[in-house]
């Protein structure tokens, strides 16, 4: 098992190349928090042709709805959501520049292809571990749709946020190694 | 004749919505430490830590576990005797949920309208099972549920010439299936018999059994046991990262059934089975 440190957003594709299935992360910087609501307005402006509240190029996405924060603390539990129910939405996205998806579990076929296209990459969190996670994020910011809630889009600033490589830009899955 | 005040009811549910979001229960934490003692990877090692410290950070910062604090369901069992006053026992049940949401500060994740799902914004309703008894007590069992692990579960009208190979089949495919979503390991409450609900009502039933409790009925014990096996000889892990653990425990709970019937239900509860038992008399 390799661990590496990964600073984001990303500065090059070559980054992407050198993570393998399987490898432990230990990420910093920039994230965009968004889940099925705030996927779904993003659809919608797409097909109206309308700019997204947020540059897709070189990011990265974590699924995931906070707890509320407490007095004092910067987050509430902030662990990762199913990434299955955002696959529909994701090859559009990856189109667009995105690079990173962080979330739990499976993803679809037509997602793996079109990671292998445009060089993405999908880590998977430890499912659960919300306040370990909260502990981990260093600031947060609602950036779009604050009626959505939970459900907001954000950016936060994480350190030292633990990760799995769960399926690499080519297409090899850590589901599969069964 | 035993009488309980509805206000009784309102601070105990509560209290209970936010013991159940910060604290997991000791029988369900002292599983995760033994899969811990036999890790197949470093990777499921490290995995296993984190959910662990978590646990810990959670209690210790009194914050909510899971950032899923679910849907609530609350289990009554009550004496056929009690008098319950004050009021109506479920606007005190929701009265309840919604003070523990918003004091605890957990997530309000439920929707008004399954169609037009406008958010309810203080966790109501939850699901309410009563359950009279002969003898004089009033007792809640308070569950949180989470859906990563909710929207995992199945249910299966099998044939009875399906028999006990068709239930493992069952049972093991769905788990093995969808494990790596619902975040393994595992708890898998499996309810045979009855009819179309009352099987899935047995399947959430399971999971309130305190783990490592065996079933009193030898064959079922049986069926317990190999199910485990089969899961965990799965290889799929926690996360579905690969490793020994992909499920901590399997419980079945049975109910007679119709000659033409073998009703199965899987009702898959992450490694975090938040629950809490009160009794009120």
């Given amino acids: 098992m390799k661990e590496k440190t990964i600073d984001l957003p990303l500065k090059n594709e070559e980054e992407i190349k050198e993570l393998q299935v399987g490898d432990w992360l230990y990420l910093n910087g920039t994230i965009y928090v968004a889940r099925d609501a705030a996927h779904l307005r993003i659809a919608e402006r797409l097909s109206l042709g309308e700019p997204l509240p947020f540059p897709l190029k070189n990011q990265a996405i974590y699924y995931m709805g906070p707890a509320p924060a407490k007095p004092g603390q910067v987050i509430g539990s902030a662990g990762p959501t199913t990434a299955t ?16 998806m962080i979330g739990k579990g499976r993803r679809s076929a037509a997602v793996i292809n079109s990671m292998i296209e445009n060089g993405g990459v999908y880590l998977a969190a430890i499912g659960g571990a919300a306040a370990y996670y909260a502990n981990c994020i260093q600031s947060q910011e609602v950036i779009a749709y604050e009626d959505l809630g939970a459900e907001a889009i954000l950016k936060i600033d994480v350190r030292n946020f633990p990760a799995v490589v769960a399926i690499d830009s080519f297409g090899n899955s850590i589901y599969d190694k069964e | 004749m035993k009488r ?5 009811i309102e601070k105990a549910i509560e209290e209970m919505c936010i013991e159940a979001n910060y604290v997991l229960p000791v029988d369900v934490k002292n599983e995760i430490y033994e899969a811990m003692k036999t890790p197949a990877t ?11 410290k978590n646990i810990e950070m959670a209690e210790t910062q009194q ?12 289990y009554i069992t009550m004496g056929q005797n009690t008098c319950i006053e004050g009021g109506y026992i479920e606007d005190a049940i929701h009265r309840g949920v919604a003070a523990g949401y918003e004091k605890g500060y957990l997530r309000k994740s439920i929707v008004k309208d399954p169609i ?38 199945q249910l299966k009208m099998l044939k009875p010439s399906d028999g006990v190979e068709g239930i493992v089949d069952f049972v093991t495919s769905s788990v093995i299936e969808k494990a790596p979503n619902a975040c393994a390991p595992l708890v898998v409450g499996v309810g045979i018999g009855g009819t179309f609900e009352k099987v899935a009502a047995l399947a959430k039933q399971a999971l309130m059994r305190p783990l490592k409790q065996a079933h009193p009925e030898s064959h079922i014990q049986n069926l317990e046991e ?44 992450c490694y975090l089975n938040r629950h809490v038992t009160r009794s009120l008399l």
């Fill in chain 1, 85 to 100: 129910r955002m696959d529909r939405y994701t090859p559009q996205l990856l189109d667009m520049g995105l690079k990173v």
């Fill in chain 2, 4 to 8: 309980i005040h509805v206000d009784q």
């Fill in chain 2, 42 to 52: 470093e990777l499921e090692a490290r995995t296993l830590e984190i959910m662990l």
């Fill in chain 2, 63 to 74: 914050m909510a576990i899971c950032q899923d604090t679910g849907m609530v369901i609350v």
């Fill in chain 2, 116 to 153: 037009l799902r406008e958010n309810t914004k203080n966790n109501c309703p939850a699901v309410i099972h009563y359950r009279l008894v002969p003898e004089d007590c009033f007792r809640l069992t308070l569950s949180v549920k989470g859906f990563g692990s909710e929207n995992a579960s």
């Fill in chain 2, 226 to 269: 190999t199910l485990l096996q089969k899961i965990n000889d799965s290889g799929v892990g926690p996360m579905g990262f690969g490793g020994n653990t992909t499920a901590l425990a399997v419980h079945i709970e049975t109910y007679p059934t119709h000659i033409a019937g073998l009703p199965v239900a899987v009702n898959i509860c």
